[in-house]
């Protein structure tokens, strides 16, 4: 083996050739101890791709990982933890020598990870002989070593600069040219890049626009290290994407100082990009859960919407048509049209405060009570005033305040005698093609307000072509732009206007009316609006199909 010695500044380069042998390791020593004495402040030993910085006790192979430690009067690192072949632990080996050639223990055991063994070439080396195996302490996660890529065709620069920032506690990775640079970003993601200005092919600036210009990358600190220090120069390499500059005669202080600025504004940066990714994640995650939660409603939106009843005939003699729509997904406006009886068309509106599920699940519950089986068993008969009297103490007032208001009614059909009684409700509006048109309803409490309350029944006579329709408050208390409401006299006056169109034409002409007044489509309230008509025969049959 020989060794030629090369003195740049305070560094000294030892170039080893020939071949490496353990039987070399007497004239190594004395090159190192040579060097030593001479009071060189870097000794880089060139041993085919291997490096060996004296000063920082860092030991790096060119294709292994490195051995770090605490560096003593020229001796290789002490392991700080426990040596992956489990001799000694703790222990350094007797000399430099001990660790380049691959023994790594006192003993002078052979490590078989990266051993030159005699007669072999350098080359052989697949790894360092020795590994530090990091192990935090119980209870206290290892704090991460930030990562720095380095980026500089010259390699004498490089490796001064490496081993500067090594000594600073850093994880260095290198890169020769702008090519390899931008492929060991994508590869590493470095906490910081430090790159060359002046390089062949790439330069730095030009890696600067290629960071920028790649959507993963964009967000990477960028350090321009050069010799120029003029204004329209750093000018320059600023606007082509570099966050700082570095001066390669820089004291180290100052590298210290910019290094650490650019690795705080790093980290600042990847906790933004973390911060945006869990909300990312939580935006995904919560519209998962509200595209579910919708098709829920949906479901129970359908579910509501099937107990209507069906338009059409719902007795023989009446046509029925009606036009709904809730506020929210699900509403507690809901209405029926059904026999009681064989000679008895039993009507209804019911109207639960609130809005939402809740509003429609007590107006589901209402609705059963109001089945014509249940009613038999709970009321005994038909009669409007029996059935609200019996629901106003089945159905008190909630801790909530939650109430409901009911209109229900009674049709004979052979005499077209209505009975009728309201709870609080804003009632029904009888529209006579030959009489005087009326609103039926009557004062009184909601339902719950006082158990004790015995509701009366009223009567009304139906002639042939006359219409009855049930509604909720919501249709007239739709408010203008301005806030005025639409008000019963406004509804009254559309529904007599329509009175020559067919049912099915008057109720959503009407509604189509309240739309305008409203300056929209979506109503603050629940809007039900249900049409009965008593047909006069042939006639009026004829005239509703047309």
Known sequence: MQITER????????????????????????????????????????????VF??????????????????????????????????????????????????????????SSGGRITPGSGAADVAEPAHRIVDEPLAGKAAKPVPVILLVDDDEITRISMAGRLKRLGYRVIEADDGVAGLAAIRAQRPDLVILDWMM???????????????????????????????PEQIAEGLSRGADDFLSKAASKQ??????????????????????????????????????????????????????????????????????YQPSLAL????????????????????????????????????MSFLREDNLAKAVGSFDPGAIITEANRRFPLTQDGEYFTLWVGRLHLPSRTLSYAAAGHCGAFLHSLEGASQWLTSASLPLGFDPTIAFDSATAQLQPRDRLY???DGIYEAPSPTGELWGRDRLQATLERHRTHTLA?????????????????????DVALLGVEVLDGGSASAKEKS
């Open 53 to 110: 910085l004296d000063s920082s006790a860092r030991y790096v192979g060119a294709a292994g990982p490195e051995l770090s430690g605490h560096a003593r009067h020229g001796q290789p690192a002490e392991p700080p933890e426990l040596c992956q072949r489990n001799h000694h632990p703790g222990k350094s080996p007797p000399d430099p020598a001990g660790l380049y050639f691959g023994t790594g223990c006192p003993c002078g055991e052979p």
């Open 254 to 323: 100052e590298v210290l100082a910019r290094v650490q600025a650019s690795l705080r504004s790093s980290a600042l940066v990847r906790e933004i990009e973390r911060t945006r990714d869990d909300l990312d994640r939580s935006h995904r995650l919560l519209s998962a859960k509200q595209a579910e939660l919708e098709s829920e409603l949906q479901s129970a939106a359908d579910f509501v919407r099937a107990q209507l009843p069906l338009p059409g005939m719902p007795a023989p003699g009446v046509s029925m048509q009606w036009a």
């Open 200 to 230: 062949p092919g790439l330069d730095g600036p030009s890696v600067c626009e290629a960071i920028r210009a790649d959507g993963e990358l964009r967000s990477s600190q960028v350090v321009l290290m050069t010799a120029h220090d003029k």
């Open 470 to 472: 049930l509604l909720s």
């Open 7 to 50: 003195r740049i500044g305070q560094s000294i380069i030892l170039d080893l050739t020939g071949e490496l042998s353990y039987a070399n390791r007497t004239t190594f020593k004395a090159a190192v101890e040579r060097s030593k004495q001479g009071g060189c402040r870097h000794l880089i030993l060139n041993m085919q791709g291997f």
């Open 505 to 525: 034409h008057s109720i959503g002409d009407t509604m189509t009316t309240a739309r305008q007044w409203l300056g929209g489509d979506i109503f603050p309230d």
């Open 331 to 366: 509403g507690g406006d809901l209405f029926q049209v059904s026999a009681w009886g064989s000679e008895t068309l039993g009507l209804y509106i019911l109207d639960a405060s609130g809005h939402g599920v809740a509003a429609a699940l007590r107006a589901v519950a209402l």
